[in-house]
Nanobody, 120 residues
Framework: QVQLVESGGGLVQAGGSLRLSCAASGSALRIKTMNSMGWYRQTPGNQRELVATITRDGTTNYLDSVKGRFTISRDNAENTVSLQMNSLRPEDTAIYYC???????????WGQGTQVTVSS
């Protein structure tokens, strides 16, 4: 089994920064198979959308509206993923969910989410 636990959410004023972290725990073998990890976000009435992902080889993918502002990274053990969010805007307000997938999406895991609120 694999559990994903997010931390780092909170309230920040527009233009500020937050750093989200996601820690994976459970089966060491299963965690090792995770090819991609990333962050998605969701607001009421909207579909969950991809914010940023990173693969084991370091390839990244970002939502267009966060390019240049957000940076995703994985730690040396590849069991955590972080999202540095700079120049935050009110429209970034959402629940942010950590996601991890094995190759080809055979297995996928989700965290419980962490609230990010950006005020004017």
């Amino acid at each position: 089994q694999v559990q994903l636990v997010e931390s780092g959410g909170g309230l920040v004023q527009a233009g500020g920064s937050l750093r989200l972290s996601c820690a994976a725990s459970g089966s060491a073998l299963r965690i090792k198979t995770m090819n991609s990890m990333g962050w998605y976000r969701q607001t009421p009435g909207n579909q969950r959308e991809l914010v940023a992902t990173i693969t084991r080889d370091g390839t990244t993918n970002y939502l267009d509206s966060v390019k240049g502002r957000f940076t995703i990274s994985r730690d040396n053990a590849e069991n955590t993923v972080s999202l540095q969010m700079n120049s935050l805007r009110p429209e970034d307000t959402a629940i942010y969910y950590c996601n991890a997938n094995t190759s080809y999406g055979v297995l996928t895991f989700w965290g419980q989410g962490t609230q990010v609120t950006v005020s004017s």
